[in-house]
């Protein structure tokens, strides 16, 4: 048998392309960026109100993420505007959220763009003003008909005629 000395440049690039590999698998899930929700709605919030959300990306390290796209989605009772924002240098997107006129729930996602994960939820409560659908009796002797005028006599109001009981 022959005895080798040293590796060949094939077994070199070869080990060289598998380490390469691992790296660009590795890597990226040990530095990928994680959002936190550093402002959102209260957990109940009046209706027509509005509001800023803000999220910060950041490195595993904890390091700002700077011109990362932010996708933002509501739904329910309400609405955000811009859908997209950019982070700046200190790694934060902000947007705005608007909740309808209408009691539900709210509920927002911010991620990043094109990625469904990592995302921060926030889900407020919209509650609206109760309806008045009763009406407040009216004052005796208002006129409830506005063609006729203050203190005159609806026909409910007026008393009945009794007829006169005749004695033989």
């Known amino acids: 048998m022959l005895a080798r000395k040293g590796i060949t440049v094939l077994e070199l690039v070869i080990v060289l392309v598998i ?58 009772v309400g609405s955000i505007t811009p859908a997209e924002a950019e982070t700046d240098s200190t790694g934060t997107a902000r947007a705005t959220w608007h909740a309808s006129a209408d009691s539900g729930t709210m509920r927002i996602v911010a991620h990043l763009a094109g990625k469904t994960t990592p995302s921060v939820t926030m889900t407020s409560r919209v509650r609206a003003p109760e309806k008045n659908l009763t009406t407040p009796p009216a004052a005796p002797g208002a006129s409830v008909d506005s063609t006729k005028p203050a203190g005159a006599q609806t026909p409910a109001q007026t008393p009945a005629k009794t007829p006169e009981k005749k004695t033989p």
């Open 19 to 76: 380490i390469g590999l691992l790296l660009l698998i590795f890597i990226p899930r040990l530095t990928s960026p994680a959002l936190v929700g550093v402002t959102s709605p209260d957990s109940v919030v009046a209706a027509s109100a509005t509001g800023d959300v803000v999220v910060r990306v950041t490195s595993r390290s904890g390091a700002p993420q700077r011109a990362a796209k932010v996708e933002f989605e509501a739904t329910g």
